[in-house]
T-cell receptor, first 109, second 116 residues
Framework: TQLLEQSPQFLSIQEGENLTVYCNSS?????LQWYRQEPGEGPVLLVT?????EVKKLKRLTFQFGDARKDSSLHITAAQPGDTGLYLC?????????FGAGTILRVKS | DTGVSQNPRHKITKRGQNVTFRCDPI?????LYWYRQTLGQGPEFLTY????????KSRLLSDRFSAERPKGSFSTLEIQRTEQGDSAMYLC??????????????FGNGTRLTVT
């Protein structure tokens, strides 16, 4: 059983559509991080959310941390083919990060 | 700052052989992590170092796996008597310890191991 459950596992959409992916846990985290990974490369940090209820925006990406700090969401507005990749959420446990299995996003032009 | 560097990028080996991977972290980062990632999964924690001390090892890390960071700079991960189940992407990441759980990880581009 994953400590962090991500949904959906796979999402294929057309350019210009909006989408939301989710990261859920039964555990409380002091923070959650979102990473994006492209094939053959390592994950790259997008954002860290720390405060319950926090909303952070990164251009067309909006990240939200749940009030109880157990879940997070990533919303992408007007998706572009360059958004294609594996989106991973990660939470701190001790002095390491544990990752969800990720959402594979494919944006078709 | 050239980022985290991993070598080799790809390694194909026969079952039973030993392999060694190298990771060069960002120079001022005192923490170094090894993760393993298989297709369709997120990275799984293997072990981490703070400076030269190995502070935690996952139960995933069998006795065939050993990691070192002798001078608190680069690290090596050795797998002895490789098995087909060891085939995966091995990712190295580094960070500063000041942020605790909130410290972001800077990943290398990984070493893809294929055991035939």
């Amino acid at each position: 059983t994953q400590l962090l459950e991500q949904s959906p596992q796979f999402l294929s959409i057309q350019e210009g559509e909006n989408l939301t992916v989710y990261c859920n846990s039964s555990s409380v985290f002091s923070s959650l991080q979102w990473y994006r990974q492209e094939p053959g490369e390592g994950p790259v940090l997008l954002v860290t959310v720390v405060t319950g209820g926090e909303v952070k925006k990164l251009k067309r990406l909006t990240f939200q941390f749940g009030d109880a700090r157990k879940d997070s969401s990533l919303h992408i507005t007007a998706a572009q083919p360059g958004d294609t990749g594996l989106y991973l959420c990660a939470g701190g446990r001790g002095n390491k990060l544990v990752f969800g299995a990720g959402t594979i996003l494919r944006v078709k032009s | 700052d050239t980022g985290v560097s991993q070598n080799p990028r790809h390694k194909i080996t026969k079952r039973g052989q030993n392999v060694t991977f190298r990771c060069d972290p960002i120079s001022e980062h005192n923490r170094l992590y090894w993760y393993r990632q298989t297709l369709g999964q997120g990275p799984e924690f293997l072990t981490y170092f703070q400076n030269e001390a190995q502070l935690e090892k996952s139960r995933l890390l069998s006795d065939r796996f050993s990691a070192e960071r002798p001078k608190g700079s680069f690290s090596t991960l050795e797998i002895q008597r490789t098995e087909q189940g060891d085939s995966a992407m091995y990712l190295c990441a580094s960070s500063l310890s000041w942020g605790g759980d909130n410290s972001p990880l800077h990943f290398g581009n990984g070493t893809r191991l294929t055991v035939t």
